[in-house]
């Protein structure tokens, strides 16, 4: 048990759908992460959110995007669905202090998005 | 982040130590090297982390080349629930380092 919860668990959409996803963050952790993660692969960074705004982004195009509330919970929205979106999508929450961000992030355990 | 190479799969009887190697040859100064595992439909799991100095945690222990070239994870006694994918990564803790790169791990089966 991390603490990190995320929902749905399983969803099913269909190509052109718009997603969102959710993701409450460990107690007193104030940087939320998401990854993607296709079947038989490691997972992949999209996104960081720190103090509410995005902190660094990997290889994801714009229809990838997110939001970081107050009390530190995050969504990800993903829009124009495509067949290769299909994936585990993990959330992992950390505590950021000043410019140093330790690499001990704390998982969820994903949800689980068919694109059909 | 510096690379990281893994073996794909590593088999360990049970009760038995598990040493899982990694090679990051081009790891700077200031990186540190984490070790996650990841339990079939899972989120990854931390496991330890260190930067030059052998670690030690109830999970396992790190050791890290004096050159610090490689390291090897050790789970001293494995169990059948020890069975999973496992991620070595190179990170820095500052500046633009904010993400985990995984690479494809090494999954460990561990044999009754």
């Known amino acids: 048990e991390t603490g990190v919860t995320q929902s749905p668990t399983h969803l099913i959409k269909t190509r052109g759908q718009q997603v969102t996803l959710r993701c409450s963050s460990q107690s007193g952790h104030n940087t939320v992460s998401w990854y993607q993660q296709a079947l038989g692969q490691g997972p992949q960074f999209i996104f960081q959110y720190y103090r509410e705004e995005e902190n660094g982004r990997g290889n994801f195009p714009p229809r990838f995007s997110g939001l970081q509330f107050p009390n530190y919970s995050s969504e990800l929205n993903v829009n124009a669905l495509e067949l290769d979106d299909s994936a585990l999508y993990l959330c992992?929450?950390?505590?950021?202090?000043?410019?140093?961000?330790?690499?001990?992030?704390?998982f969820g355990e994903g949800s689980r998005l068919t694109v059909l | 982040d510096a690379k990281t190479t893994q073996p794909p799969s590593m088999d360990c009887a049970e009760g038995r130590a598990a040493n899982l190697p990694c090679n990051h040859s081009t790891i700077s100064g200031n990186e540190y090297v984490y070790w996650y595992r990841q339990i079939h439909s899972q989120g990854p799991q931390y496991i330890i982390h260190g930067l030059k100095n052998n670690e030690t945690n109830e999970m396992a222990s790190l050791i890290i080349t004096e050159d610090r070239k490689s390291s090897t994870l050790i789970l001293p006694h494995a169990t059948l629930r020890d069975t999973a994918v496992y991620y070595c990564i190179v990170r820095g803790h500052s500046g633009s380092a904010r993400q985990l790169t995984f690479g494809s791990g090494t999954q460990l089966t561990v044999l009754p």
């Open positions: 992992a929450s950390s505590r950021k202090q000043g410019a140093t961000d330790t690499g001990e992030l704390f």
